[in-house]
């Protein structure tokens, strides 16, 4: 799996604060864990991006998990992502086919529905977690976490969100930017950085033709200053002794219940799809320790 990473970076004389991000190792791996279809790889990609971007956002444990819930057949999309450039993520149908839409692209908008709303929470280690919500604008996404910034953050920004599937289905590149205007630029400034980001090609495009992260912000930005570069991994929490932690949650006449009815258990992960198999002698072993 190639190496994926994020950069964050001021310009403007520390006016605009920009990110952009390279995912494609990541979501490949995803794609191939969850067998996900071009429409909903495409989908979970762009929703990735955002969560690495925006958990750069953060600092030190902090966390965050974005779910996507619109009136699309593809269910909800929940990603999570940290300070620590680890996200993981999840589509609630993978195997959703769609044609593609009327300019010939993958129908994300159509996946995901033009009616619902996405949902940010960031676990700031305050006692209650911080949560927002704004309403689907389009079910593109970039536009949807576009307008999250605008209402629930008061930040004027500019999402861009990608992803190029090949013909195999395989990811050929996925990523994204996220540019922040700062207090104290000019109209002219403002106007100036609204033509570059109109004109601007896909950010696929520029990715496929083998421009870098970095070379795609020095596009849009004059004078980028490179602040930070933090590699970006896949990684899920789950284990046999979580999900047996799981299990035991439960309670005594649930996994009786799965021991009399099938004699063994089977807990897929939602995130990185494992599968935890319980034998029916490790399941009498549960039901011992919490008699």
Same mark, same amino acid.
Request: hydrophobic share 40%; net charge negative; glycine share 10%.
């Given at each position: 799996?190639?190496?994926?990473?994020?950069?964050?970076?001021?310009?403007?004389?520390?006016?605009?604060?920009?990110?952009?991000?390279?995912?494609?190792?990541?979501?490949?791996?995803?794609?191939?864990?969850?067998?996900?279809?071009?429409?909903?790889?495409?989908?979970?990609?762009?929703?990735?991006?955002?969560?690495?971007?925006?958990?750069?956002?953060?600092?030190?444990?902090?966390?965050?998990?974005?779910?996507?819930?619109?009136?699309?057949?593809?269910?909800?999309?929940?990603?999570?992502?940290?300070?620590?450039?680890?996200?993981?993520?999840?589509?609630?149908?993978?195997?959703?086919?769609?044609?593609?839409?009327?300019?010939?692209?993958?129908?994300?908008?159509?996946?995901?529905? +033009?009616?619902?709303?996405?949902?940010?929470?960031?676990?700031?280690?305050?006692?209650?977690?911080?949560?927002?919500?704004?309403?689907?604008?389009?079910?593109?996404?970039?536009?949807?976490?576009?307008?999250?910034?605008?209402?629930?953050?008061?930040?004027?920004?500019?999402?861009? &969100?990608?992803?190029?599937?090949?013909?195999?289905?395989?990811?050929?590149?996925?990523?994204?930017?996220?540019?922040?205007?700062?207090?104290?630029?000019?109209?002219?400034?403002?106007?100036?950085?609204?033509?570059?980001?109109?004109?601007?090609?896909?950010?696929?495009?520029?990715?496929?033709?083998?421009?870098?992260?970095?070379?795609?912000?020095?596009?849009?930005?004059?004078?980028?200053?490179?602040?930070? +570069?933090?590699?970006?991994?896949?990684?899920?929490?789950?284990?046999?002794?979580?999900?047996?932690?799981?299990?035991?949650? &439960?309670?005594?006449?649930?996994?009786?219940?799965?021991?009399?009815?099938?004699?063994?258990?089977?807990?897929?992960?939602?995130?990185?799809?494992?599968?935890?198999?319980?034998?029916?002698?490790?399941?009498?072993?549960?039901?011992?320790? &919490?008699?």
């Amino acid at each position: 799996m190639q190496q994926d990473y994020l950069i964050r970076a001021t310009a403007l004389n520390g006016q605009v604060r920009a990110f952009a991000a390279n995912m494609t190792g990541i979501l490949e791996e995803l794609r191939a864990r969850h067998h996900t279809t071009p429409v909903a790889t495409a989908a979970l990609g762009r929703t990735l991006t955002a969560g690495a971007m925006m958990g750069a956002m953060l600092k030190g444990e902090e966390k965050l998990t974005i779910r996507v819930k619109g009136d699309g057949p593809i269910g909800q999309i929940v990603v999570d992502a940290n300070a620590s450039g680890e996200v993981r993520g999840y589509v609630d149908d993978p195997s959703v086919e769609l044609p593609l839409n009327a300019v010939g692209k993958l129908d994300v908008s159509g996946a995901v529905g +033009r009616e619902g709303f996405i949902y940010i929470i960031k676990d700031l280690g305050l006692k209650e977690p911080y949560s927002g919500s704004t309403p689907i604008v389009s079910g593109e996404l970039g536009e949807d976490f576009t307008y999250y910034f605008a209402k629930s953050e008061q930040t004027p920004s500019a999402v861009a &969100l990608g992803v190029l599937v090949d013909t195999d289905r395989t990811v050929r590149c996925s990523g994204g930017f996220i540019i922040q205007l700062l207090p104290g630029l000019s109209d002219d400034e403002i106007g100036e950085l609204e033509a570059r980001l109109s004109g601007l090609p896909p950010v696929t495009t520029l990715m496929d033709e083998g421009k870098s992260v970095e070379e795609i912000l020095e596009v849009l930005l004059d004078d980028v200053v490179i602040r930070d +570069r933090m590699e970006l991994k896949f990684r899920c929490k789950c284990s046999q002794e979580r999900v047996e932690q799981t299990l035991l949650s &439960l309670g005594r006449d649930e996994i009786q219940g799965l021991l009399e009815d099938q004699g063994e258990a089977e807990v897929v992960c939602h995130f990185c799809n494992e599968k935890y198999h319980f034998t029916g002698e490790e399941l009498q072993g549960l039901v011992e320790q &919490l008699s």
